[in-house]
């Protein structure tokens, strides 16, 4: 069973029963923004995240997407990074690598990935020097309002505590508003030290996906999604809200549990 709630102004949910029926949807909406992206401007630049997210992008490692993607025109950043080695259990390079990318005839130079070799601090003022030259090559577009970069996609989990890149509830870095990528060396969860888009880039983008997928993060999702009381949190993954793009949350059932009307709603009908 499958529903797509349109939100007043908190985007699409598409909810799906599990996981396997959550990855299929997901992996067709990257597909279709890939193919619309390449025809328009010749490339897509998308961004990852780390956690069950790559997981989830499984499917593209199957058919049809393998032979039918352009893979050649896919140019890859992540949104955040922990600032350890390439080969570090906890590198999201590593995660979407093994998991994901080493199945895709992706080209290795058009991924981004930071210098490990360097300082938190360093390693963030580098990535967006990287990131800057695409934006001036027109890799990655720029944005019609500000000059931050114009991703094609980013894509982002959220924790049970609301974070979204590592970006996390009332840390400092949320209210970055210079820099494309900043540093933190105090996340609540380990490793400590990482690197994170600012929220301007997230809401540069033409499009944002967050994936949210099991009961412990409903009311995180309540939170982020729904018409709440004034005096509820604002968490980050409610500061995630596109200018001029558009904004699809992919969720399970048990994530959706918590969602204004949804225990009452027929799946495979829109819920008020």
């Not at 990535?127 to 500000?146: C, G, I, P, W």
């Not at 992919?250 to 819920?271: C, H, I, N, R, Y």
Request: glycine letters at 6%; charged letters at 25%; a negative charge.
């Amino acid at each position: 069973m499958a529903l797509l709630k349109h939100t007043k102004d908190r985007g699409d949910l598409r909810i799906r029963d599990n996981v396997d029926d959550l990855g299929i949807e997901l992996a067709e909406y990257i597909a279709e923004l890939s193919e619309a992206s390449v025809k328009e401007r010749g490339v897509f630049a998308i961004a990852l995240s780390g956690g069950s997210l790559i997981t989830l992008m499984g499917k593209l490692c199957e058919a049809p997407y393998k032979k039918t993607v352009d893979w050649a025109k896919w140019y890859i950043y992540w949104a955040d990074e922990r600032v350890v080695g390439k080969n570090h259990v906890d590198s999201n390079y590593k995660l979407a690598k093994d998991g994901l990318l080493s199945k895709m005839p992706v080209i290795p130079s058009h991924l981004h990935s930071i210098n490990d070799s360097l300082s938190a601090e360093d390693a963030a003022s580098d990535y967006e020097f990287d990131l800057r030259q695409l934006v001036k090559a027109r890799t990655v577009a720029v944005s019609e309002v500000s000059d931050c970069p114009k991703f094609d996609l980013i894509l982002l989990g959220m924790g049970s505590d609301g974070h979204v890149a590592s970006l996390f509830p009332n840390h400092m870095a949320l209210d970055e508003k210079d820099e494309w990528v900043t540093f933190i060396t105090d996340s609540p969860e380990p490793p400590p030290e990482r690197i994170t888009f600012t929220l301007p880039v997230i809401n540069s983008a033409s499009n944002v996906a967050v994936v949210v997928t099991g009961a412990g993060k409903a009311e995180a999702l309540r939170l982020a999604v729904d018409d709440v009381e004034p005096d509820s949190p604002v968490i980050p993954g409610r500061m995630v809200d596109p200018t001029n793009g558009k904004l699809v949350w992919f969720v399970d059932t048990a994530a959706a549990s918590k969602l204004e009307g949804f225990q009452f709603a027929d799946l495979d009908q829109p819920f008020a």
